[in-house]
């Protein structure tokens, strides 16, 4: 039986957003946000984590750019919208985190729902 270890899953992650604002300040300019974005399936306890960078976009996340201008238009994640639309109705819940720019945390019903009232924010 395979076991996943979050805390161990999100390290270099973490890693990485807490030394990028210090090389950002060495070189003079304004700090990027920088965001440890996860999703953890409640159901089997897998977590899947990424590092998010806005202004500029970067770091781990495969949508950056998207997943920056949808929270620059919300306003913060929590505000942040998704596209909306249809979802099947069917509860295998996960939990959607954020922390460094801003902490967030909230549980949606499924994968459909987190995507379609979140966007490209935690797509991935």
Do not use: W
Not at 79 to 92: E, S
């Amino acid at each position: 039986m395979k076991r996943t270890v979050p805390s161990l899953a999100a390290a270099p992650v973490l890693a990485l957003a807490l030394i990028a604002p210090v090389h950002a300040a060495e070189a003079g300019q304004a700090s990027p946000l920088i965001y440890v974005l996860s999703v953890r399936d409640v159901s089997s306890g897998g977590t899947k984590a990424i590092s998010l960078q806005c202004a500029p976009a970067g770091g781990t996340h495969p949508r950056a750019e998207v997943a920056c201008e949808t929270i620059a238009e919300g306003g913060s994640i929590t505000d942040a919208k998704g596209a909306g639309g249809d979802c099947p109705l069917i509860y295998d819940p996960v939990v959607a985190t954020a922390s460094g720019a801003e902490d967030y945390q909230r549980e949606f019903p499924n994968d459909c729902v987190l995507e379609s009232e979140k966007g490209a924010v935690f797509d991935f």
